[in-house]
T-cell receptor, first 112, second 118 residues
Framework: GQSLEQPSEVTAVEGAIVQINCTYQ??????LSWYQQHDGGAPTFLSY????GLEETGRFSSFLSRSDSYGYLLLQELQMKDSASYFC?????????????FGQGTTLQVKP | GAGVSQSPSNKVTEKGKDVELRCDPI?????LYWYRQSLGQGLEFLIY????????KSGLPSDRFSAERTGGSVSTLTIQRTQQEDSAVYLC????????????????FGAGSRLTVL
């Protein structure tokens, strides 16, 4: 099966940098994705890493280390609107379907 | 359609009743997922329809749950003899690609169907 671990809550102040970690265990790992979900809203795609290293998209960056089964989402210049839940998700070849399995999510609270 | 449409947005039912939840994915999206999200929790995988291949039903929690996708488009999730623990938001998502193709991990979610079982 698959399992993912993320911190349940993170708090940071506006303008700061925050890192949300994700460790995973899965057979047939294929890639790590990140999604954002505002309270009461639908999850939206943020980023995807299939290879080791850093992917940057504006204020958000995502990192993957396949050898360590570890990744993180880095949010810079935090804004109040970044307060949301952030989910990592693994694409796994387990069962040969490539389905996307999500972690329990990290609630980020940005304070003024 | 322009987005993933789910109906009903809210459903209140009595324990033991059957419910049907509908998902209309983005036109042309070959992959369709159902997830369940309890209050403040993560997204629990239920079922994955991957184009013409057999669906991955490995996440369905019991035989009371079933889903079908007709004509490669609309999907219906059916819960029979509902229990209070079935109360949750049921999210549908679709993707242009399936399996291990580039882009298969980019899901567009619907707004969800909130199910309350009394």
């Amino acid at each position: 099966g698959q399992s993912l671990e993320q911190p349940s809550e993170v708090t940071a102040v506006e303008g700061a940098i925050v890192q949300i970690n994700c460790t995973y265990q899965t057979s047939g790992f294929y890639g790590l994705s990140w999604y954002q979900q505002h309270d009461g809203g639908a999850p939206t795609f943020l980023s995807y890493n299939a290879l080791d290293g850093l992917e940057e998209t504006g204020r958000f960056s995502s990192f993957l280390s396949r050898s360590d089964s570890y990744g993180y989402l880095l949010l810079q210049e935090l804004q109040m609107k970044d307060s949301a839940s952030y989910f990592c998700a693994v694409s796994s070849s387990s069962g040969n379907t490539g389905k996307l399995i999500f972690g329990q999510g990290t609630t980020l609270q940005v304070k003024p | 359609g322009a987005g993933v449409s789910q109906s009903p947005s809210n459903k209140v039912t009595e324990k033991g009743k059957d419910v049907e939840l509908r998902c209309d994915p983005i036109s042309g999206h070959t992959a369709l997922y159902w997830y369940r999200q309890s209050l403040g929790q993560g997204l629990e995988f239920l079922i994955y329809f991957q184009g013409n291949s057999a669906p991955d039903k490995s996440g369905l929690p019991s035989d009371r749950f079933s889903a079908e996708r007709t004509g490669g488009s609309v999907s219906t999730l059916t819960i029979q003899r509902t229990q209070q623990e079935d109360s949750a938001v049921y999210l549908c998502a679709s993707s242009r690609k399936t399996g291990f193709s580039s882009g298969a991990n980019v899901l567009t979610f619907g707004a969800g169907s909130r199910l309350t079982v009394l």
